[in-house]
């Protein structure tokens, strides 16, 4: 018994002090939907690298309408990090959209990552908060 109660606080401190794998801490609901508008993000990356550009944009599109919006990240978002935060994510997914039609996808490439991570810092905010899937509600 002595020796499970030394790995559980082990690996509360582990994960309290960030040294566990990113994967480990971001286990949480809103974590969960960033991953998925992020694969969404970097298909709509791949499709533009490969000169598919109209598919792309769609993938954009999808990213923000189809998952950030549909499983209410934006409404948690709003809720819980204000108008200010939701308005620059927007704007982010707006510039994203726009570069997945250039051709080469180097505008896009520039401009993913600052999102993805937009995306993940805010989920882990969420997640901490523990704003419910519904957007609003605290989780008990």
């Not at 030394?6 to 002090?17: C, D, M, Q, R, T």
């Not at 549909?70 to 108008?83: D, V």
């Not at 937009?118 to 008990?140: Q, T």
Request: charged share 30%; aromatic share 4%.
């Amino acid at each position: 018994m002595k020796c499970i109660s030394s790995i559980v606080l082990s690996g509360a401190v582990f994960l309290a002090l960030g040294l566990l794998p990113a994967s480990a801490a971001e286990t949480g609901h809103w974590a969960g939907i960033a991953d998925e508008v992020v694969k969404e993000i970097d298909s709509a990356e791949a499709l533009a690298k490969a000169g598919k550009t109209d598919d792309a944009k769609e993938a954009v599109i999808n990213s923000y309408f189809g998952i950030f919006e549909e499983k209410k990240m934006e409404i948690a978002e709003r809720s819980a990090l204000g108008m200010t935060r939701v308005s620059a994510v927007e704007a982010m997914f707006n510039d994203l959209r726009k570069a997945a039609g250039q051709p080469g996808g180097a505008e896009l490439h520039k401009l993913a990552e600052p999102l993805r991570q937009a995306l993940r810092a805010d989920a882990r905010e969420l997640d901490a908060a523990k704003i419910g899937p519904d957007g609003v509600e605290v989780m008990k």
